[in-house]
């Protein structure tokens, strides 16, 4: 056990090394490059079908069809099928083979994950319905068309807006700092009459804040630990040039103002610093 050199001068790469890079790389996605050759383009004639060249991709196995490269089709009963490049990592041999349902049904593909374990992957080159006398492809979509532009436009998308996400998350959190403290903002739950009742669930873990409301022409400052060790006080403030007694009352992460008189002015949010 210990480190393993992969780009070094000398080193000895396996195929299963480069094939986790490639699939990274390439999106994490098998089929055919959309950009590379022929896209492995079939045609068929007299039970045989032939294919443009191009290049697979199978989970970070990549695979060159030669073009001209062909296959002949029995034409000895109603079936569909998929022409199939065979992928078996078990014996290290790629082939070109023929895989039939019946006449109603495309067969059932084996594609075992080769970056998890050795076995068998059928990549489909394309689908074919045969009768006795007929011969016809691309019956049905099979392969998976990837281009490596398209690919790395998304890779590039998602990193810009991974970036933007994070920029806006570390610009909101320096609009919320001043001098070292950081804000909350909390809008009242329900307001009744000279009752004005707010959820301060959120923030009961953060025992050094202080919690301030702008009432009549005071602010009121409220520690937040006092109200863990008391269930209700009464402050005073002004308004109009008189002085007043409201009351808080604190419970289960609910907060709640009461004012001398329903007319008197408080601020919907209360500010929350810590």
Same mark, same amino acid.
């Not at 069809?65 to 998929?82: A, C, F, M, R």
């Not at 009352?249 to 810590?274: D, F, R, V, W």
């Given at each position: 056990?210990?480190?393993?050199?992969?780009?070094?001068?000398?080193?000895?790469?396996?195929?299963?090394?480069?094939?986790?890079?490639?699939?990274?790389?390439? +999106?994490?996605?098998?089929?055919?490059?959309?950009? &590379?050759?022929?896209?492995?383009?079939?045609? %068929?004639?007299?039970?045989?079908?032939?294919?443009?060249? +191009?290049?697979?991709?199978?989970?970070?196995?990549?695979?060159?069809?030669?073009? +001209?490269?062909?296959?002949?089709?029995?034409?000895?009963?109603?079936?569909?099928?998929?022409?199939?490049?065979?992928?078996?990592?078990?014996?290290?041999?790629?082939?070109?083979?023929?895989?039939?349902?019946?006449?109603?049904?495309?067969?059932?593909?084996?594609?075992?994950?080769?970056?998890?374990?050795?076995?068998?992957?059928?990549?489909?080159?394309?689908?074919?319905?045969?009768?006795?006398?007929?011969?016809?492809?691309?019956? =049905?979509?099979?392969?998976?068309?990837?281009?490596?532009?398209? &690919?790395?436009? &998304?890779?590039?998308?998602?990193?810009?807006?991974?970036?933007?996400?994070?920029?806006?998350?570390?610009?909101?959190?320096?609009?919320?700092?001043?001098?070292?403290?950081?804000?909350? %903002? &909390?809008?009242?739950?329900?307001?009744? +009459?000279?009752?004005?009742?707010?959820?301060?669930?959120?923030?009961?873990?953060?025992?050094?804040?202080?919690?301030?409301? =702008?009432?009549?022409?005071?602010?009121?400052?409220?520690?937040?630990?006092?109200?863990?060790?008391?269930? !209700?006080?009464?402050?005073?403030? =002004?308004?109009?040039?008189?002085?007043?007694?409201?009351?808080?009352?604190?419970?289960?992460?609910?907060?709640?103002?009461?004012?001398?008189?329903?007319?008197?002015?408080?601020?919907? !949010?209360?500010?929350?610093?810590?």
């Amino acid at each position: 056990m210990g480190l393993k050199k992969l780009t070094f001068d000398e080193a000895l790469n396996t195929a299963k090394d480069d094939a986790f890079f490639n699939w990274y790389l390439t +999106g994490k996605t098998n089929g055919i490059f959309n950009d &590379l050759g022929g896209k492995c383009k079939a045609t %068929s004639a007299n039970g045989q079908i032939t294919f443009q060249d +191009g290049f697979i991709t199978v989970y970070g196995r990549r695979v060159y069809v030669e073009s +001209g490269t062909s296959i002949s089709v029995p034409l000895d009963s109603t079936k569909k099928g998929y022409v199939i490049v065979k992928i078996d990592t078990v014996n290290n041999s790629v082939t070109l083979a023929l895989k039939e349902g019946d006449a109603s049904n495309y067969p059932t593909l084996t594609q075992t994950n080769l970056l998890e374990e050795d076995g068998i992957y059928e990549q489909p080159l394309c689908s074919y319905e045969k009768t006795t006398t007929s011969l016809e492809t691309g019956m =049905h979509e099979v392969t998976l068309i990837r281009d490596m532009k398209s &690919l790395y436009t &998304l890779a590039d998308n998602s990193i810009k807006n991974n970036l933007n996400n994070a920029i806006e998350d570390i610009e909101e959190t320096i609009a919320r700092k001043q001098h070292g403290v950081s804000s909350y %903002s &909390l809008t009242w739950k329900k307001n009744s +009459g000279a009752l004005y009742t707010y959820d301060i669930t959120s923030i009961m873990n953060k025992d050094h804040m202080i919690i301030t409301a =702008h009432i009549g022409n005071d602010f009121v400052l409220v520690p937040l630990r006092m109200l863990k060790s008391v269930t !209700s006080f009464t402050f005073t403030y =002004h308004y109009l040039n008189n002085s007043y007694t409201g009351t808080i009352e604190y419970s289960s992460g609910t907060l709640i103002y009461e004012l001398a008189q329903s007319s008197h002015p408080m601020n919907k !949010s209360i500010i929350c610093y810590y």
